[in-house]
């Protein structure tokens, strides 16, 4: 999941990458969620939540990742 957080800085790094990033990725825009919804979404259904970072050193976009896994709770 793209994280909210980064949104700057992955759209500056990924800016600086490609000098017509702009018209070469238009149209295909990157989506990022705040870990907070994650959070809330579980809570509100008693859910398990866990969030990790992506750890992949062949690809440059894991570093503005996180997982995220929801688990039903077994009461």
């Known amino acids: 999941v793209f994280d909210k957080s980064l949104e700057r800085e992955c759209e500056a790094y990924r800016r600086n990458m490609y000098a017509d990033y ?8 990157k989506v990022y969620y705040d870990r907070e919804m994650f959070a809330r979404f579980a809570k509100e259904r008693h859910c398990r939540i866990e969030f990790s970072e992506v750890k992949n050193e062949y690809y440059w976009n894991s570093k503005f990742l996180f997982n995220c896994c929801i688990t039903l709770s077994r009461s």
């Open 22 to 29: 702009d018209e070469r990725y238009q149209g295909l825009d």
